[in-house]
């Protein structure tokens, strides 16, 4: 009797309190208010007037070069400004995607930033406010005029975040991206195969390649990133940079369209023909290239992120190639631009910031780039490696993608849930646990409710 | 002084002691009848702390999967609408799916076993040498999840003792990546929680054989009985007690993954691995899906509250 | 119980040790695995349980100074000692009242206990982060410690009253007719023969927070505050295949909870069990 009175009280109680707390809904005025991001203050190049300070840095340059590259520019900017200590923070890609937002958010944000483009990470960031605009620093420092301006858009979204590659500009980036086909030239030439250069050819030289006894593409996937590369590049050789630009900027188009599922195609088959390395969902993207690497592949599927460690391994049997449509002459291919360098609002020091982003991205970092072995967003005008060295291949991709347009943005950026779709579902498409057309029709039930919610 | 006087060689019932007697008695209506409000002021550093870290939040969660919110601006009302796409959603879905799929590998597997090894050595309990094995059966419960998630990806992996196992006995053409494989990267998950709890229910299951009135099972022996009659009529029902604790904690355990399969597959390959609390953080902090992952983790607790006091009822009635 | 008392035939005496040689190789296999490999140098082939060429401490040394360990360690250290400290004190506390004292609502607030004994983390840390983050208070001690403690007083609390449950009234009584007041009682007479069971809950309580995975990937995203768990979590995605490096770093990361518990076996094994088994 007394018991059931006291449960009942409890429970009244407990009742009470969740009424209480309904009353309040989640979110809405903790946030900063976009509007008031933009900044009142005037800029400035000084950092000594700046005092003591210690900057943090959060990057993604875990990678061989550019890690070589970001410790020594950080070491000279030091050098230079004594009265800053920069506290450097490196995560890996997939580390870095799950604790930014966090980071972002909290009582002592970083200082700097390298925030992924698109609409998952930069444009989630630019809606919650909170990185600050970087248009007046751009100005300052002639950003504007020393970036072609289609490396400048991706970096751009509108205050509310809704609108990609137009607004405030929120980053610059360091290094130039091509996701392209790495090979070995020696295991080519003794089959008496040229490098490829359409997609056709490409996958003409698989089966020869394969008979030989050697495994014609090291893939590994366990890491989930590479698929959406593989798919990338494949499906812009097949549909075009207009056709897929249009689709992840969600202009036009869907992704059942035939390319896109040609492309699925392809991939599929490459699997079942034991063109991929067995396992691969299993085989990390590292064990991979490492296979590559000692000469057990002919072709590793990868980004010019990994120029420094192909170089240091395969030396000068290693090219670099980028694929395009059959009976094009010119590359069509996944690319862009490193992750931007972003300020965020929560940031004391955006003058100090400003002058470390614009130290690491001009052209004297350009040629620290390039002697460790990356590329430069801006290459130096002088940067002219010999013809027939990965180098050379590198900087000539990258020449002919710019004349011709042909970067087509990360598939991932398309929605907020695209990375998680797109890499599990190539992850099912490999190991035949999807058709092409299931697997496209997974990434436009994605996609199109994320269309008809913005 | 007073101390003597209430010693047991105090006086008749009207002595201290008998006092103190009655006082007890009494003293229940001086403990129980009433009531001691300063006891509020002990209880209270402890339940503001947890009510404001653990309650409130609780309560909260359940708010939260009312609405759709990104965690970042305003949010939205939507009723039950998250419910509904969970049991909608193909992914969410199976991600309770795979959650009872590690219930029998944790769980099930473990328990079964232990009771299996108990009845084949129950007549050897207290033997010399015991803690040497406790220790050892228990140890994986002691290192931190983490570092037995990184210690599995090696052996996971192509080169790693799994593989060296099977070649070692021939089937080396079984032999692959096991985390990345669509069909064995859930029970690979599955087989490092069965290591994990085999261990534990050993342990618990002989310590309570130990327990049992060595007369009970003479009695049984002269009495004809097979082992097998031995085991299910003297040594199960004696088990209850632990059988019952071990399922709790490893169905408890199985449900809540979520450490093993952030280091080991993050939810792949594909989405052959996800699991609801994996989900639920995912969904909370990644995608910015923050009242789906509410919804998540409600329908998760819940169902732990269900599975344990399910559970609960195996329990002896005078363990109270 | 007197073991002479059952007879026991040979046969039976092999089978049990052979069956339990067995199952505790199984279980320390993989651990001893990580030991060797921790010690592997890079240049051998990795991942395999295989003894190395030869033995290679560097891989410590590089997991320490590369992997940040000293700092992870010393922040897991900070944060599992006041986790202890202040759950032992509060537990004790209210342990003390539910036990012995009598007042509205006991068996009510002490259900609610238990049911936050069941709470997975995932119930309540979502709107905790948002709280906390509101409060200005991630990325700090303090939102590591305070939840923690509080998970930890749900276990805590029960083990305390069921301790304090079964001490002998009459000493109590005694004490209280000399005129010693609930405080001194608490302190002065129950505390000290309690302390051994009060070890086995702070043990637990230990290993829990240390090994904590889950609440400092939410709460804390600076460098200088993480924990060991979460280091090595990074550290591997970093060094996805370099096994013996993650191994090393990994030994560095278990170490402190396994050696307490090699020194404390029975405390750590005889806690976890009686602990859920006794409702």
């Given at each position: 009797?007394?018991?059931?009175?006291?449960?009942?009280?409890?429970?009244?109680?407990?009742?009470?309190?969740?009424?209480?707390?309904?009353?309040?809904?989640?979110?809405?005025?903790?946030?900063?208010?976009?509007?008031?991001?933009?900044t009142?203050a005037p800029v400035s190049k000084d950092v000594a007037a700046a005092g003591d300070v210690t900057l943090?840095?959060?990057?993604?340059?875990?990678?061989?070069?550019?890690?070589?590259?970001?410790?020594?520019?950080?070491?000279?900017f030091e050098?230079k400004y004594p009265n800053v200590k920069?506290?450097?923070?490196?995560?890996?890609?997939?580390?870095?995607?799950?604790?930014?937002?966090?980071?972002?958010?909290?009582?002592?944000?970083?200082d700097?930033?390298?925030?992924?483009?698109?609409?998952?990470?930069?444009?989630?960031?630019?809606?919650?406010?909170?990185?600050?605009?970087?248009?007046?620093y751009?100005?300052l420092y002639?950003?504007?005029?020393?970036?072609?301006?289609?490396?400048?858009?991706?970096?751009?979204?509108?205050?509310?975040?809704?609108?990609?590659?137009?607004?405030?500009?929120?980053?610059?980036?360091?290094?130039?991206?091509?996701?392209?086909?790495?090979?070995?030239?020696?295991?080519?030439?003794?089959?008496?195969?040229?490098?490829?250069?359409?997609?056709?050819?490409?996958?003409?030289?698989?089966?020869?390649?394969?008979?030989?006894?050697?495994?014609?593409?090291?893939?590994?996937?366990?890491?989930?990133?590479?698929?959406?590369?593989?798919?990338?590049?494949?499906?812009?050789?097949?549909?075009?940079?207009?056709?897929?630009?249009?689709?992840?900027?969600?202009?036009?188009?869907?992704?059942?369209?035939?390319?896109?599922?040609?492309?699925?195609?392809?991939?599929?088959?490459?699997?079942?023909?034991?063109?991929?390395?067995?396992?691969?969902?299993?085989?990390?993207?590292?064990?991979?290239?490492?296979?590559?690497?000692?000469?057990?592949?002919?072709?590793?599927?990868?980004?010019?992120?990994?120029?420094?460690?192909?170089?240091?391994?395969?030396?000068?049997?290693?090219?670099?190639?980028?694929?395009?449509?059959?009976?094009?002459?010119?590359?069509?291919?996944?690319?862009?631009?490193?992750?931007?360098?972003?300020?965020?609002?929560?940031s004391k020091h955006p003058d100090v910031a400003a002058a470390y982003?614009d130290f690491?991205?001009?052209?004297?970092?350009?040629?620290?780039?390039?002697?460790?072995?990356?590329?430069?967003?801006?290459?130096?005008?002088?940067?002219?490696?010999?013809?027939?060295?990965?180098?050379?291949?590198?900087?000539?991709?990258?020449?002919?993608?710019?004349?011709?347009?042909?970067?087509?943005?990360?598939?991932?950026?398309?929605?907020?849930?695209?990375?998680?779709?797109?890499?599990?579902?190539?992850?099912?498409?490999?190991?035949?646990?999807?058709?092409?057309?299931?697997?496209?029709?997974?990434?436009?039930?994605?996609?199109?409710?994320?269309?008809?919610?913005? | 002084?007073?101390?003597?006087?209430?010693?047991?060689?105090?006086?008749?019932?009207?002595?201290?002691?008998?006092?103190?007697?009655?006082?007890?008695?009494?003293?229940?209506?001086?403990?129980?009848?009433?009531?001691?409000?300063?006891?509020?002021?002990?209880?209270?550093?402890?339940?503001?702390?947890?009510?404001?870290?653990?309650?409130?939040?609780?309560?909260?969660?359940?708010?939260?999967?009312?609405?759709?919110?990104?965690?970042?601006?305003?949010?939205?009302?939507?009723?039950?609408?998250?419910?509904?796409?969970?049991?909608?959603?193909?992914?969410?879905?199976?991600?309770?799916?795979?959650?009872?799929?590690?219930?029998?590998?944790?769980?099930?597997?473990?328990?079964?076993?232990?009771?299996?090894?108990?009845?084949?050595?129950?007549?050897?309990?207290?033997?010399?040498?015991?803690?040497?094995?406790?220790?050892?059966?228990?140890?994986?419960?002691?290192?931190?999840?983490?570092?037995?998630?990184?210690?599995?990806?090696?052996?996971?992996?192509?080169?790693?003792?799994?593989?060296?196992?099977?070649?070692?006995?021939?089937?080396?053409?079984?032999?692959?990546?096991?985390?990345?494989?669509?069909?064995?990267?859930?029970?690979?998950?599955?087989?490092?929680?069965?290591?994990?709890?085999?261990?534990?229910?050993?342990?618990?299951?002989?310590?309570?054989?130990?327990?049992?009135?060595?007369?009970?099972?003479?009695?049984?022996?002269?009495?004809?009985?097979?082992?097998?009659?031995?085991?299910?009529?003297?040594?199960?029902?004696?088990?209850?007690?632990?059988?019952?604790?071990?399922?709790?904690?490893?169905?408890?355990?199985?449900?809540?993954?979520?450490?093993?399969?952030?280091?080991?597959?993050?939810?792949?390959?594909?989405?052959?691995?996800?699991?609801?609390?994996?989900?639920?953080?995912?969904?909370?902090?990644?995608?910015?899906?923050?009242?789906?992952?509410?919804?998540?983790?409600?329908?998760?607790?819940?169902?732990?509250?269900?599975?344990?006091?399910?559970?609960?009822?195996?329990?002896?009635?005078?363990?109270? | 119980?007197?073991?002479?008392?059952?007879?026991?035939?040979?046969?039976?005496?092999?089978?049990?040790?052979?069956?339990?040689?067995?199952?505790?190789?199984?279980?320390?296999?993989?651990?001893?695995?990580?030991?060797?490999?921790?010690?592997?140098?890079?240049?051998?082939?990795?991942?395999?349980?295989?003894?190395?060429?030869?033995?290679?401490?560097?891989?410590?040394?590089?997991?320490?100074?590369?992997?940040?360990?000293?700092?992870?360690?010393?922040?897991?250290?900070?944060?599992?000692?006041?986790?202890?400290?202040?759950?032992?004190?509060?537990?004790?506390?209210?342990?003390?009242?539910?036990?012995?004292?009598?007042?509205?609502?006991?068996?009510?607030?002490?259900?609610?206990?238990?049911?936050?004994?069941?709470?997975?983390?995932?119930?309540?840390?979502?709107?905790?982060?948002?709280?906390?983050?509101?409060?200005?208070?991630?990325?700090?001690?303090?939102?590591?410690?305070?939840?923690?403690?509080?998970?930890?007083?749900?276990?805590?609390?029960?083990?305390?009253?069921?301790?304090?449950?079964?001490?002998?009234?009459?000493?109590?009584?005694?004490?209280?007719?000399?005129?010693?007041?609930?405080?001194?009682?608490?302190?002065?007479?129950?505390?000290?023969?309690?302390?051994?069971?009060?070890?086995?809950?702070?043990?637990?309580?230990?290993?829990?927070?240390?090994?904590?995975?889950?609440?400092?990937?939410?709460?804390?995203?600076?460098?200088?505050?993480?924990?060991?768990?979460?280091?090595?979590?990074?550290?591997?995605?970093?060094?996805?295949?370099?096994?013996?490096?993650?191994?090393?770093?990994?030994?560095?990361?278990?170490?402190?909870?396994?050696?307490?518990?090699?020194?404390?076996?029975?405390?750590?094994?005889?806690?976890?069990?009686?602990?859920?088994?006794?409702?």
């Amino acid at each position: 009797m007394r018991r059931s009175q006291q449960l009942a009280g409890s429970l009244a109680l407990a009742c009470a309190l969740a009424l209480a707390t309904t009353a309040c809904a989640p979110g809405g005025s903790t946030t900063s208010d976009p509007a008031a991001s933009s900044t009142a203050a005037p800029v400035s190049k000084d950092v000594a007037a700046a005092g003591d300070v210690t900057l943090t840095v959060w990057d993604q340059n875990t990678d061989g070069g550019i890690d070589d590259a970001q410790a020594k520019l950080n070491a000279a900017f030091e050098a230079k400004y004594p009265n800053v200590k920069i506290t450097r923070v490196s995560r890996s890609f997939a580390d870095l995607k799950t604790t930014l937002k966090l980071a972002l958010t909290s009582k002592t944000p970083p200082d700097v930033v390298q925030a992924n483009q698109g609409y998952p990470d930069m444009g989630s960031f630019v809606s919650g406010g909170l990185l600050r605009p970087e248009d007046d620093y751009a100005k300052l420092y002639g950003w504007d005029g020393y970036y072609p301006k289609q490396l400048l858009d991706l970096n751009r979204f509108t205050p509310d975040g809704k609108d990609w590659q137009s607004g405030n500009l929120y980053g610059v980036s360091q290094t130039g991206e091509i996701v392209g086909v790495y090979y070995n030239r020696k295991v080519l030439s003794d089959l008496g195969i040229a490098a490829p250069k359409t997609i056709g050819e490409f996958e003409a030289s698989l089966p020869k390649i394969k008979a030989s006894g050697l495994l014609p593409i090291a893939y590994g996937d366990v890491e989930k990133s590479p698929g959406i590369h593989i798919y990338g590049i494949t499906q812009a050789a097949v549909a075009g940079s207009q056709a897929v630009e249009d689709l992840v900027t969600a202009k036009s188009g869907a992704w059942t369209d035939a390319p896109s599922v040609t492309a699925a195609q392809k991939i599929q088959g490459w699997a079942q023909q034991g063109y991929l390395t067995q396992g691969a969902n299993g085989i990390s993207r590292d064990d991979a290239l490492a296979d590559f690497d000692a000469g057990k592949a002919a072709y590793h599927i990868d980004g010019t992120w990994q120029l420094a460690t192909v170089s240091k391994g395969l030396g000068a049997d290693a090219g670099f190639l980028a694929l395009g449509p059959d009976g094009s002459s010119t590359p069509v291919t996944t690319g862009g631009e490193g992750l931007a360098w972003a300020i965020t609002t929560g940031s004391k020091h955006p003058d100090v910031a400003a002058a470390y982003i614009d130290f690491i991205t001009n052209a004297e970092a350009a040629q620290v780039l390039v002697d460790t072995g990356n590329l430069p967003a801006v290459p130096p005008a002088d940067w002219a490696p010999k013809s027939g060295t990965l180098e050379g291949d590198v900087a000539e991709q990258w020449k002919a993608v710019g004349a011709s347009s042909g970067l087509v943005p990360y598939l991932d950026y398309a929605t907020p849930t695209f990375y998680d779709t797109m890499s599990a579902g190539v992850q099912q498409l490999t190991a035949g646990k999807l058709t092409p057309e299931e697997f496209t029709a997974q990434l436009q039930k994605d996609y199109g409710s994320f269309v008809s919610s913005r | 002084m007073a101390t003597q006087v209430t010693g047991p060689q105090a006086g008749g019932p009207q002595g201290r002691l008998g006092r103190a007697r009655a006082g007890r008695t009494s003293g229940r209506s001086r403990q129980g009848g009433r009531p001691q409000y300063k006891a509020y002021l002990y209880i209270a550093p402890a339940f503001v702390l947890f009510a404001v870290f653990l309650g409130v939040p609780a309560l909260q969660t359940a708010q939260y999967s009312l609405y759709r919110w990104n965690g970042l601006g305003a949010s939205t009302w939507v009723g039950l609408q998250n419910y509904a796409d969970l049991v909608r959603d193909a992914t969410l879905r199976s991600s309770f799916g795979h959650a009872a799929v590690l219930v029998l590998f944790y769980s099930a597997v473990p328990v079964l076993l232990a009771l299996v090894l108990t009845a084949l050595i129950s007549r050897g309990a207290g033997l010399p040498g015991m803690s040497v094995f406790r220790t050892l059966l228990f140890l994986p419960q002691v290192v931190a999840s983490v570092v037995v998630a990184t210690t599995w990806v090696a052996i996971y992996s192509p080169d790693g003792l799994s593989n060296q196992l099977l070649r070692l006995v021939g089937l080396g053409s079984l032999t692959r990546a096991w985390l990345g494989d669509f069909g064995t990267a859930l029970p690979a998950v599955g087989l490092i929680g069965t290591w994990l709890g085999t261990g534990l229910c050993l342990v618990l299951f002989l310590s309570g054989v130990a327990n049992i009135a060595p007369e009970l099972l003479e009695a049984a022996r002269m009495d004809g009985a097979g082992a097998v009659a031995e085991f299910t009529s003297i040594v199960l029902p004696a088990l209850r007690g632990q059988i019952a604790v071990a399922l709790t904690l490893t169905v408890v355990a199985a449900l809540k993954t979520f450490d093993l399969v952030y280091i080991t597959t993050r939810g792949g390959p594909g989405t052959s691995t996800t699991l609801p609390a994996f989900e639920a953080y995912n969904r909370a902090f990644n995608t910015g899906q923050v009242g789906s992952a509410a919804s998540v983790a409600v329908v998760l607790t819940a169902l732990i509250l269900v599975v344990t006091a399910l559970i609960q009822r195996i329990q002896p009635d005078e363990v109270a | 119980m007197s073991a002479g008392s059952l007879r026991r035939r040979p046969a039976e005496v092999t089978l049990t040790y052979l069956v339990l040689a067995v199952f505790s190789l199984v279980a320390v296999v993989p651990l001893v695995g990580v030991l060797l490999s921790a010690v592997t140098p890079a240049g051998d082939p990795q991942g395999g349980f295989r003894l190395p060429s030869r033995v290679e401490l560097g891989n410590f040394a590089e997991a320490w100074s590369r992997g940040h360990f000293s700092s992870y360690l010393r922040s897991s250290l900070l944060v599992t000692v006041s986790v202890v400290v202040l759950t032992a004190l509060l537990a004790t506390l209210a342990g003390y009242a539910f036990a012995r004292m009598q007042f509205p609502g006991r068996n009510a607030l002490f259900l609610l206990l238990l049911a936050g004994l069941l709470l997975p983390a995932e119930a309540f840390v979502i709107p905790l982060y948002y709280n906390l983050r509101t409060a200005g208070l991630t990325d700090t001690y303090a939102a590591l410690i305070l939840p923690q403690t509080a998970q930890s007083l749900a276990f805590g609390i029960f083990w305390m009253r069921n301790q304090f449950r079964t001490f002998p009234g009459e000493i109590m009584e005694a004490a209280r007719l000399d005129g010693a007041s609930d405080w001194r009682l608490l302190w002065r007479i129950v505390v000290p023969p309690s302390v051994p069971a009060m070890t086995t809950m702070c043990l637990l309580v230990a290993m829990w927070t240390w090994n904590e995975f889950l609440l400092p990937l939410i709460m804390v995203s600076g460098e200088n505050l993480r924990t060991a768990p979460l280091g090595l979590a990074f550290f591997q995605g970093q060094h996805v295949t370099e096994y013996s490096l993650l191994a090393a770093a990994g030994s560095i990361v278990a170490f402190p909870i396994v050696l307490l518990y090699l020194l404390l076996q029975r405390r750590f094994i005889s806690g976890m069990l009686n602990g859920v088994g006794s409702r």
